[in-house]
């Protein structure tokens, strides 16, 4: 079963304008942790934002804002007022529970482009 | 620069070839993780030491291998390479076991002719 769902696969946002890319996950565990990630085209992984389950507020990193709903099991990236760039694929990934394997698991990711 | 080193950088080599990929991680860290990205599968967790020792293994094939050395740095073995093996290969590190950040270096990308 998927367990990070990335439904946009491409999204074109002009500069300045806010963007939300989403990211819905799956699990039964109640400790995780949800990442998201930047891939320039360089290829890099940059780390932009963490939220943890039981974190009562949605993380904030600069421009980057988590919308976590946990009842509806999202963790929507927020980038507000883009930049060109912040053009790049975005991953958002999930980490399940406290203890044994501490993999992360990928969504298929969103191409976001920029448009100046 | 996440302070994770991988090298080489990239890497071309032949079918049925053994190369060794090579990654230190950030200062203090003493977790490392292996994932491969490809175009078929995208972003996969390969394996995972902690201070030396295996701790998970993700869709690691029986032809690769790896391990992590005192001095905490990691190599990864792929051997009797294969088309299908051609991939970026990313070496990430965090600091502990829990729910912590993992910090990616920047990749070495196989190419297999």
């Known amino acids: 079963a998927q367990k990070i769902t990335q439904t946009q696969p491409g999204m074109f946002v002009q500069e300045k304008e806010a963007v939300t890319l989403d990211c819905t996950y799956d699990t039964s565990d109640p400790s995780y942790g949800l990442f998201w990630y930047k891939q320039p085209s360089s290829g890099e992984m940059i780390f932009l934002i963490y939220q943890g389950s039981y974190d009562q507020q949605n993380a904030t990193e600069g421009r980057y804002s988590l919308n976590f709903q946990k009842a509806r099991k999202s963790a929507n990236l927020v980038i507000s007022a883009s930049q060109l760039g912040d053009s790049a694929m975005y991953f958002c990934?999930?980490?399940?529970?406290?203890?044994?394997?501490?993999?992360?698991?990928f969504g298929q990711g969103t191409r976001l482009t920029i448009n100046p | 620069d996440s302070g994770v080193t991988q090298t080489p950088k990239h890497l071309i080599t032949a079918t049925g070839q053994r190369v060794t990929l090579r990654c230190s991680p950030r200062?203090?860290?003493?977790?490392v993780y292996w994932y491969q990205q490809s175009l078929d599968q995208g972003l996969q967790f390969l394996i995972q030491?902690?201070?030396?020792?295996?701790?998970a293994k993700g869709n690691i094939l029986e032809r690769f291998s790896a391990q992590q050395f005192p001095d905490l740095h990691s190599e990864l073995n792929l051997s009797s390479l294969e088309l299908g093996d051609s991939a970026l290969y990313f070496c990430?590190?965090?600091?502990?076991?829990?729910?912590?950040?993992?910090?990616f270096g920047p990749g070495t990308r196989l190419t297999v002719t």
């Open positions: 200062s203090g860290d003493l977790s």
């Open positions: 990430a590190s965090s600091s502990g076991q829990g729910l912590y950040e993992q910090y």
């Open positions: 030491y902690y201070n030396g020792e295996e701790r």
């Open positions: 990934a999930m980490r399940e529970g406290l203890q044994g394997a501490q993999k992360l698991v």
